[in-house]
């Protein structure tokens, strides 16, 4: 499930994609968080912080960031990777929950450089949370990627954090893990192999679709022409509807598509089940300490009736805030009758 794009030289921006491959609705929003909110790592609260940047994400059930900018073009993307396994908590070493891994880097750094530094010095722990409503455990990886057009890839293989970080790693999908995926990648006779692009849904075919398109773009001669060419190899990558498989939850269609400028900091939502596509501009929409975590509901609002269409900076609404599932909010929920 899901595929993440990133186009470095997009006429002097950088810009990114992702779709989100789902085998069920993740009552997707679209939130406006402002600098100056505390958060912590919803497993202990040891880690504790402030949010130093203003973002906009995309959420699953208003409970995980699963995919964002921040106010200064860094960028995140969560994707399913069925071979995570994040070993047992060290509590000597920070840790994060998976479902605000990705808002602590869009809330503290401004580069993929500053936030591998930190990862890797404190060799930092994400741990998983059950979903109290379906009773699955996301087994995710996370990529960055930021206005420099710097990228990385962070996996936990057998308990143990890698670190992918290069220019380079534009692309990722799904299983194998990335190393593998690099190795696939010279299988095909664009790369120096002898097979041709292959042309199925699998992560492994999407990867090097996505590689060989994005490697290909023609030099866009305005922002609007950078966004539709992301999403002409976005759509490429898209897996059609189809009868959920719950054994294999990496095998689902695709019910929404992103693409974001970090150079100019415009965020475009699309959604698989309306034909509006909508967008924010981060420049315009107030981010400043005390303005208040703000919400556009897609699930209600992007119905052709509503007329709610093209930039969206000016929709969203005062909320009492995202809250982020913790670990007490799982183990409240498990011991509940």
């Known amino acids: ?39 912590s790592d919803g497993i202990t609260d040891a880690l504790r912080w402030r949010a130093r940047y203003g973002s906009v994400v995309t959420t699953a059930f208003d409970m995980i960031s699963v995919d964002g900018m921040n106010e200064v073009g860094l960028a995140g993307h969560v994707l399913w990777l069925a071979e995570s396994e ?31 530094d930190w990862v890797v010095e404190n060799q930092v722990q994400v741990v998983p949370l059950t979903d109290p409503a379906s009773g699955e455990v996301p087994a995710i990886h996370l990529a960055l990627d930021d206005a420099t057009g710097d990228s990385a890839i962070f996996e936990y293989i057998d308990g143990g954090l890698r670190v992918h970080h290069d220019r380079s790693y534009r692309v990722m999908t799904n299983s194998p893990t990335y ?37 290909r773009l023609p030099a866009p001669r305005s922002q609007v022409e950078a966004i539709a060419s992301m999403f002409s190899v976005i759509r490429n990558t898209a897996q059609p509807f189809r009868m959920p ?71 969203f609404r005062q909320t009492d805030g995202l809250r982020f599932l913790t670990l007490a909010a799982v183990e409240s929920a498990r011991s509940a009758p």
């Open 1 to 39: 499930m899901c595929t993440r794009v990133v186009w470095p030289d997009a006429g002097g921006a950088v810009v990114v994609g992702r779709s989100m491959d789902y085998h069920r609705d993740l009552a997707t929003n679209l939130w406006a968080l402002p600098r100056g909110v505390d958060r």
């Open 86 to 116: 994040y070993g047992e908590v060290d509590r000597n070493r920070p840790a994060l929950s998976q479902a605000v891994w990705l808002q602590y880097f869009l809330d503290v750094f401004a580069t993929v450089a500053e936030a591998v």
């Open 179 to 215: 190393d593998r995926q690099l190795e696939l990648l010279r299988e095909i006779d664009a790369w120096g192999g002898d097979r041709p692009l292959p042309g199925t849904t699998a992560a492994s075919d999407r990867f090097a679709r996505a590689t060989y398109y994005v490697e």
């Open 245 to 315: 498989d719950p054994g294999r939850p990496d095998v689902s269609q695709t019910i929404w598509q992103v693409v974001a400028d970090l150079t100019r900091r415009r965020y475009v939502f699309e959604s698989s089940t309306r034909p509006n596509i909508v967008w924010v501009d981060l420049d315009g929409i107030d981010l400043s300490d005390g303005s208040g975590e703000r919400m556009i509901d897609l699930g209600g609002g992007l119905a052709v009736v509503d007329g709610l269409a093209g930039n969206v900076s000016g929709e």
